[in-house]
């Protein structure tokens, strides 16, 4: 009997990178053991009407669009505020979710849109005001604190539409009445 022939897992270089900071740069979304996505098992296949491949490929896809909904911004983050010797690109995330968890975590895209670009904007307003109060020569000094004003406006229409959008945005559903469910007599 012949062994079918698999590929020989590949093994990136990780010196001088520690193992959760080369996730994080990557987009990769963690989770705990046991939560993987994907078969748990080499014996359980995927679900009834997909072939392997195709069940791969779904699984990769869902994969890909979780680390775009919850990494890739944090990672943007971190790369445009270029603080990364201070702070690493997990910090970022762990700030938006906290964020998030103190605003009622909305379920909504567009608001979460929204409050993570006014927290990148409340940084980046900080970054020029402090590149304005170090700039040494004067037009960089007028240059910085313009665009720092200009920025810090664009961050308060920001702030009043997303509370202009909180107040008008369609009622989350109401919890349906339960449905109480009668014997009838015969």
């Known amino acids: 009997m012949r062994k079918p022939k698999g590929k020989a897992p590949v093994q990136q270089s990780t010196a001088n990178t520690k193992p959760a900071d080369a996730a994080a740069r990557s987009g990769a979304v963690s989770r705990p053991p046991g939560t993987e996505v994907g078969p748990q ?13 195709r069940h791969a490929a779904a699984q990769a896809t869902a994969h890909q669009a979780e680390v775009l909904e919850k990494g890739i911004f944090p990672a943007f983050m971190a790369s445009a505020l270029n603080l990364d010797r201070h702070v690493g690109t997990t910090a970022y995330h762990t700030y938006l979710a906290n964020i998030m ?6 379920s909504d895209p567009i608001e979460r849109m929204l409050i ?16 304005a109060g170090t700039a040494t020569g004067l037009e960089a000094t007028k240059v910085l604190n313009s665009v720092a004003a200009r920025m810090l406006g664009e961050m308060r229409r920001t702030a009043l539409t997303l509370a202009a959008y909180r107040t008008s945005a369609v ?16």
Do not use: I, N, Y
Request: hydrophobic share 35%; net charge positive; charged share 20%.
């Open 171 to 186: 009622p989350k559903q109401q919890k349906k009445a339960q449905l109480k469910l009668l014997k009838a007599a015969q």
């Open 41 to 53: 098992s080499p014996s359980q296949g995927p679900p009834a009407g997909l072939d392997q491949a």
């Open 101 to 106: 968890r103190e605003l009622g975590d909305p």
């Open 116 to 131: 993570s670009q006014l927290c990148l904007v409340h940084f980046r307003v900080a970054q020029l005001h402090s590149g």
